[in-house]
């Protein structure tokens, strides 16, 4: 299932850039609508009900935190993500005494925005009835992808090149990772990735070439989706390991 997202910022550039550099599809969403004007985007919103809605904070004619109220009132389940280019506290903390899903600075980037998405789509899945730890059924499509992937762990993947290899459309693909996997496919890749650089941490291998077998090139970027995930850096937690190990 991909969940429909709204956008709303008052600056063109930045509507663009959000709309057209961040991979929704990959990440298991779809932006169905778009507005640069806050006091519009209300009755559109209202009107296509998204499941989340992006959207600015400093905006005129109505703010962010206004338009979240306005919408709240008719759309009470909908989740809301605050992006903005002010990091000052008392918007921030308006934001938390609205229930807002999470807070992104501009420019947003990929790595940022994909964890964002990733616990962004573990809450609605929960919310429409499937559990992210467990799968729910069978199919032997989506049973050769993933057995794909771990055999080419190290390899570069994306949701263009699994339609390529397996003759299905994107969205099917996604479908796919949503219902039986409940996460998205770039979040059961990260999952995949990071679960077995933990256990090539406990080996003699450099953090460089454990990097390169998770299938990351780059290995800084490596080093910032580890510690993200795992709260402490790669060679962090090889010390943990070691102490954890028994003599």
């Known amino acids: 299932m991909l969940y429909q997202v709204y956008l709303v910022d008052d600056e063109p550039v930045a509507l663009n850039h959000i709309s057209n550099n961040i991979s929704w599809i990959e990440n298991g969403f779809q932006v169905v609508g778009s507005n640069t004007d806050p006091v519009a985007a209300v009755d559109e919103i209202k009107h296509l009900s998204p499941h989340v809605i992006f959207t600015d904070v400093r905006m005129p004619g109505l703010n962010g935190m206004e338009l ?79 057995a794909y992937i771990q055999t080419n762990l190290n390899q570069r993947h994306s949701l263009q090149s699994l339609s390529s290899q397996f003759h299905l459309s994107q969205n099917t693909i996604c479908t796919y990772f949503s219902k039986y996997q409940g996460t998205t496919f770039v979040g059961y890749l990260t999952e995949l990735r990071m679960r077995r650089a933990q256990e090539l941490l406990s080996t003699g291998k450099s953090i460089k070439e454990i990097a390169m077998l998770c299938g990351y090139e780059d290995y800084f970027y490596f080093c910032r989706v580890f510690q993200n995930h795992f709260h402490c850096t790669p060679t962090q937690m090889r010390k943990k390991l070691a102490v954890a190990r028994p003599v």
């Open 68 to 146: 979240i109220n306005a919408v709240k009132q008719d759309l009470p389940q909908t989740e809301f993500v605050i992006i903005s280019a002010y990091s000052d506290f008392p918007y921030l903390r308006n934001s938390i005494k609205l229930n807002v899903f999470d807070y992104l600075l501009k420019p947003v980037n990929k790595s940022g925005a994909e964890e964002v998405f990733f616990q962004l789509h573990q809450k609605l899945a929960k919310a429409n009835g499937s559990s992210p730890d467990q799968r729910t059924g069978g199919s032997s499509i989506h049973d050769d992808i993933v």
